[in-house]
Every structure is written in structure tokens, then in C-alpha cells.
């Protein structure tokens, strides 16, 4: 058989480039197929990500409501079910969102396959916004979901759809990007099980979830106001019993920055390639 000629060469690699993909400035494909991989990976076991966590919603709600059901919130005419309600919706949205995004990331680690992540066409920028957005897609269905699940005990209606959303997206981004530090640092599921431990639960338990921080004597109110996950149920809750702790645009303007804050360190960390590079 006869070599190839010149001319023959340099059709064949012409044939080539044009079969190349365009990917341009953002790899949408790419963006859009590692989405969805994030969001069917929780789908797929639906039952212990979305639903499992429902039944610890309903059983906090259920004991609370026994306990404190002829009670009102804080210093306010409200009922305490309601304000209650709203608090452990954000819960749910803050730790599904976290653990999907660390679970994802551990995961691929303890597989040994996390270096895959690196392998694609696809920046750091791209990796950090599918992450981020399939852990909100996790943690905003889990929290509506709990809504649903506890209007038998309270009224789950928002008097402010605007602000119950703004704050659920925000505490879902957040938490998302969290999580995504949290994988990438965690080299195993006892270091991501540690972080969960030490950080997120007390973060989410001490800000306001159960009670309302305004109730609390000094210095513990004052202290509490230092947390950055009250700004997040605070307004979350305030759409929906109409009153807060703090200033809205305090909480509106505060979950905007830590969220800008902690995606741009997500993306510093993916970009570096820190516990990912072999």
C-alpha cells in the first residue's frame, strides 16, 4: 500500500479540524451534561436523599409543637409552629445542599476517580458552577418538600414569595460551595463527617433555627447576630411569619456577599487543583 501524499495528509487533518468541537468561552455541553450528572445523582436514590431527610423535619416539628405548641415566637404574636416551620425548612436546605456537593466530591475521591473531574474540557469556573447548582437543586426541593411535609402543623404560605426564594436560593449557593470546599479538602468520609460535626451543625443549630435569638439574655443574643447562617434563617423566616431579628436588607445584602465570598473561594480551590492533581 502506498504512503499517503502530502496533499492526501493535509486533507485528512483538514477533515479533522472540522470535526473539532467549538467549545467558545464557556463549554455549555459540558456545564449542562456535569449539571445534570450532579441532579440524577440524587434522583436516582431519592428515597434517602429527598425523602429520608423529611422524616427527621417532621419528627423536630412534631416534638417541638408538643413541647411548645401554646407558646408564641420569641416576643412576637406568633405562633410558635409557624416560625418553627420556616427554621427547619432552612435547615434541610442548607444541609442537603452541603452534602450533596461534599458527598459528590468524597465520593469520587475514595473511588479514585476524582481525577476525571480534571480530565474533560471544562474550567474551574465551569466544575464550580455545576456543583454549586446541582447541590441548590438538592437542598431547594428537599426544602420545599419540608414545607409540604409539615403544613399539618403550621402555616407554610410565604407573606413574601420574593424573599422566601431569595433566601433559599442564597442559602442553598452557599452552602453548595461550602460543601464543594469541604469535599475537596476531605480526603476521606471521617474528615467530611468531622466538618459536618464541628462546623455546619452547630453553625445551623446556634443561629436561630429552634428559637428566636431575640428571646435569648445577653451577651447570647448579641453573639448570635455574629453568625453568619442566622442572616439566612432569619430572612428565610421572615417571609414567611412577617417579622425578623434583624433588618431585612442586613440579611439580604450579608447572604449576597458570603455567597459571593465562599463560590469565588470554591472556584480559587478547583482552580489550584489542591487534593485533586495526583
Not at 481525577?115 to 437543586?137: K, N, Q, R, T, W
Request: with cysteine; net charge positive; proline share 4%.
Amino acid at each position: 500500500m502506498d504512503a499517503p501524499t502530502p496533499t492526501e495528509v493535509l486533507h485528512a487533518e483538514s477533515a479533522m479540524r472540522l470535526q473539532s468541537r467549538r467549545y467558545g468561552a464557556i463549554n455549555w455541553l459540558g456545564l449542562r451534561t456535569l449539571l445534570w450528572r450532579e441532579i440524577w445523582r440524587f434522583l436516582k436514590v431519592g428515597m434517602q436523599t429527598v425523602f429520608a431527610p423529611l422524616m427527621s423535619t417532621i419528627l423536630f416539628m412534631m416534638v417541638f409543637s408538643l413541647a411548645f405548641g401554646d407558646r408564641r415566637w420569641g416576643l412576637t404574636s406568633v405562633p410558635y409552629a409557624d416560625g418553627l416551620a420556616a427554621g427547619l425548612a432552612m435547615m434541610a436546605i442548607i444541609t442537603n445542599a452541603f452534602q450533596n456537593a461534599a458527598s459528590s466530591m468524597v465520593i469520587a475521591k475514595v473511588q479514585g476517580n476524582s481525577v476525571d473531574f480534571l480530565m474533560p474540557p471544562l474550567s474551574a469556573l465551569e466544575h464550580a458552577i455545576a456543583f454549586i447548582l446541582g447541590a441548590a437543586a438538592r437542598g431547594l426541593l428537599v426544602g420545599a418538600a419540608s414545607l409540604v411535609a409539615v403544613a399539618l402543623f403550621a402555616d407554610v404560605v410565604p407573606k413574601n414569595w420574593f424573599s422566601a426564594i431569595y433566601f433559599g436560593v442564597c442559602a442553598s449557593v452557599i452552602f453548595g460551595a461550602v460543601g464543594l470546599i469541604g469535599g475537596v479538602l476531605a480526603d476521606k468520609f471521617d474528615h467530611l463527617a468531622a466538618f459536618t460535626n464541628f462546623v455546619v451543625t452547630p453553625l445551623t443549630f446556634l443561629s436561630g433555627t429552634f428559637y428566636s435569638v431575640d428571646a435569648l439574655p445577653q451577651p447570647f443574643s448579641t453573639i448570635s447576630h455574629y453568625n453568619p447562617v442566622f442572616f439566612l434563617i432569619d430572612g428565610f423566616r421572615s417571609a414567611f411569619i412577617g417579622v425578623s431579628d434583624a433588618p431585612l436588607a442586613l440579611s439580604a445584602v450579608s447572604a449576597a456577599l458570603i455567597a459571593a465570598v465562599l463560590c469565588w473561594g470554591s472556584w480559587a480551590l478547583l482552580k489550584s487543583g489542591y487534593r485533586l492533581k495526583a
